[in-house]
C-alpha cells in the first residue's frame, strides 16, 4: 500500500496530488458573489463588479503569518490577546520560556473576534470587513473560523473530523471507524483501525489529528509523522513502534537472511532445537528450528518473529 499523506489544518493527500489553483482572474465574478453574499444586487453592473472586486482583493496574499495568508488576526477567547492564527498563539504559549502552568492551546472553533490587518476594525467573525470592505480570506470557514488566502489548497471542511482539510473534497472521504479522511482510491482498500488519526506520535509524541507535519499511514493502518518514519528508516528500524508489522516491503531482506542462515550452519547441540515463535506480521504462533540468526515464518516467509517459548 502506498504512503498516504496527510497536512494540517490538517487534510490526507497523496504526496503526487496536482492541486489546482483558482483564484484565477476569470474567476473574479463568481468569487465576488460569494464574498459579498445577498448584498450585491443582481443587476449589478460590470464596472460595479469590478469595483467591488478592487476593494475585496485589497492586499491579497500581502498579510499573514508562515502559517496562512490572511488579511485578519485573531483575538484569542482563552487569553483576549491578538495572534495572526491559531497556530501563532499555540506556538507562542507553549514555548519553553512560557511558565508551565500558563501554557495552553486555542479552542479554535470558539473564537469570536477578528480584527482587520488593513483598517485594524475588530468585528465578530465574518468573511468581508464590515469597514473596508476587504476580503478577509478567499477561504473562509464559519465553524473553524479559518482564514485562507491561498485557495490553491483547496480547503475544504469536513464534517466526520469537525475541521478543515486541504486537498479538495472529491478527492477524499471520511472514514467513520478511523475517525479522519482517506484518500477515495483508499474506500474500500485501507486497513481500518479505530480512531487511527486520535493519538500521539509513536516516535515523537505530538498529537497527530491536529498536527501541522506530514502524517502518513503504514501498511498495518498506524499513523506516524512521515518524518518520524524516514528517521526510523535511516536508522534501520523497519517496523511498526506500535504493532510491530513491518512498514515495507521487506521480501530482499528475507532472502539475505536466507542466505546467511544457509551459510551458517548450527553447532550439533543446536541441530535438533526447536522453538516456538509469534510472527508479528501475520499473527501466526509455529514451532520452528531455532537459529542464532532468526526464526523464520513457516507461513508467510517473514523473519519479523519473536521467540514465545523453548525446549
Known amino acids: 500500500m502506498g504512503d498516504i499523506v496527510i497536512e494540517h489544518s490538517g487534510t490526507t493527500h497523496y504526496e503526487a496530488l496536482n492541486l489546482q489553483n483558482v483564484t484565477t482572474s476569470e474567476n473574479d465574478a463568481d468569487l465576488v458573489q460569494s ?14 463588479k469590478s469595483t ?26 482563552c ?14 504559549k507553549n514555548n519553553i520560556n512560557v511558565d508551565q502552568k500558563l501554557r495552553h492551546e486555542i479552542p479554535r472553533h470558539k473564537v469570536e473576534r477578528v480584527i482587520c ?19 478577509m480570506g478567499r477561504y473562509f470557514c464559519e465553524t473553524c473560523k479559518l482564514f485562507d488566502d491561498d485557495t490553491s489548497k483547496r480547503q475544504y ?28 482510491l483508499l474506500r474500500n482498500s485501507h486497513p481500518c483501525v479505530e480512531g487511527a488519526m486520535h493519538h500521539d506520535c509513536p516516535v515523537c509524541f505530538e498529537y497527530l489529528f491536529e498536527s501541522i507535519n ?27 513502534p506500535l504493532c510491530s508489522k513491518s512498514v515495507c516491503d521487506m521480501s530482499k531482506v528475507w532472502e539475505k537472511f536466507d542466505m546467511e542462515i544457509a551459510a551458517t550452519p548450527m553447532p550439533e547441540p543446536y541441530q535438533d532445537k526447536k522453538v516456538w515463535i509469534l510472527c508479528n506480521d501475520c499473527g501466526i504462533t509455529s514451532e520452528v528450528q ?3 540468526v532468526a526464526q523464520k515464518c513457516p507461513c508467510c516467509k517473514s523473519y519479523n518473529t519473536r521467540q514465545t517459548r523453548g525446549r
Open 290 to 292: 531455532f537459529h542464532f
Open 52 to 77: 467591488c472586486t478592487e476593494a475585496l482583493d485589497r492586499g491579497y496574499l500581502e498579510y499573514g503569518c508562515p502559517h496562512y495568508r490572511r488579511r485578519c488576526r485573531i483575538i484569542a477567547p
Open 35 to 48: 464574498f459579498c453574499g445577498d448584498y450585491l444586487p443582481e443587476d449589478i453592473t460590470h464596472e460595479e
Open 157 to 184: 471542511h469536513c464534517n466526520g473530523c469537525g475541521i478543515c482539510r486541504i486537498g479538495g473534497m472529491e478527492n477524499f472521504f471520511h472514514c467513520p471507524k478511523c475517525r479522519c479522511c482517506y484518500s477515495v
Open 214 to 240: 506530514d502524517v502518513t499511514v503504514m501498511p498495518c493502518g498506524h499513523t506516524i509523522h512521515k518524518n518520524c518514519l524516514k528517521e526510523m528508516q535511516e536508522h534501520y528500524q523497519y517496523a511498526c
Open 79 to 92: 487569553c483576549n490577546e491578538m495572534f495572526d492564527c491559531r497556530h501563532c498563539h499555540n506556538e507562542y
Open 117 to 135: 490587518s488593513l483598517c485594524d476594525k475588530e468585528q465578530e467573525v465574518r468573511q468581508v470587513c464590515i469597514n473596508c470592505g476587504v476580503c
